[in-house]
């Protein structure tokens, strides 16, 4: 199964800065790779999602870049708000098109805006 | 996403009971999931199924049971609940392959 790490487990940043948050996979094969957040109390809900065929995908205030020879992934969220914090969770797999199984999710960064 | 309800939200109960948590779609999902999340552990697959009366084995299956009689339904059972079993558990659904999943809100289940 697909080992997934995420860097850092806490990432505290003042409130307009920048934050950048890592996941490593070990599965060469995957190539669907979603970020969810979950606030506190919370469900988790999908952010940004990207596919092995693209190396970078953005939205308003948030981007997500593959590096597919390295088997990572990053989130990056500009301008930070109060709202951003959150724990965050990462989830690399395989789709071979049609069917499912599961999500492995790695084991989540705290992100802690500091006003 | 109204459209994904879990129940009951809160449940306390005690070593050996049976359990049972619900969950409900209202989108013709064809895929479902269960979760649990625990502290240092995140979310967790316990089990999934791709349609009515076909489920399968996620990482942490064992003492959890489940069926699939109809698409919109997906109950989770502990048959003879333990103490390694509080946490919170989510429901989840999906079209498939890598389509988004919708997660419920959760039950947080606390097993004395």
């Known amino acids: 199964g697909e080992n997934v790490e995420q860097h850092p487990s806490t990432l505290s940043v003042q409130e307009g800065d920048s934050a950048v948050i890592k996941c490593t996979y070990s599965d060469s094969a995957s190539n669907y790779f979603p970020w969810y957040k979950q606030e506190l109390g919370k469900r988790p809900q999908l952010i940004i999602d990207i596919r092995s065929n693209v190396g970078e995908k953005k939205d308003q205030r948030i981007a997500v870049t593959l590096n597919k020879t390295a088997k990572h992934f990053s989130l990056h969220i500009t301008e930070t708000q109060p709202e951003d914090s959150a724990v965050y969770f990462c989830?690399?797999?395989?789709?071979?098109?049609?069917?499912?199984?599961?999500?492995?999710f790695g084991k989540g960064t705290h992100l802690i805006i500091q006003p | 996403d109204a459209g994904i309800t879990q129940s009951p939200r809160y449940k306390i109960t005690e070593t050996g009971r049976q359990v049972t948590l619900m969950c409900h779609q209202t989108?013709?999902?064809?895929?479902m999931f269960w979760y649990r999340q625990d502290l240092g552990h995140g979310l967790r697959l316990i089990y999934y199924?791709?349609?009515?009366?076909?489920?399968d084995k996620g990482e942490v299956p064992d003492g959890y049971v489940v069926s699939r009689s109809k698409t919109e339904n997906f109950p989770l059972t502990l048959e003879s609940a333990t103490r390694s079993q509080t946490s919170v558990y989510f429901c989840?659904?999906?079209?498939?392959?890598?389509?988004?999943?919708?997660f419920g809100d959760g039950t947080r289940l606390s097993i004395l």
């Open positions: 989840a659904s999906n079209l498939g392959g890598d389509q988004p999943q919708h």
């Open positions: 989108w013709s999902h064809s895929y």
């Open positions: 199924s791709a349609a009515a009366d076909i489920t």
């Open positions: 989830a690399p797999r395989m789709y071979s098109g049609g069917g499912a199984d599961g999500l492995t």
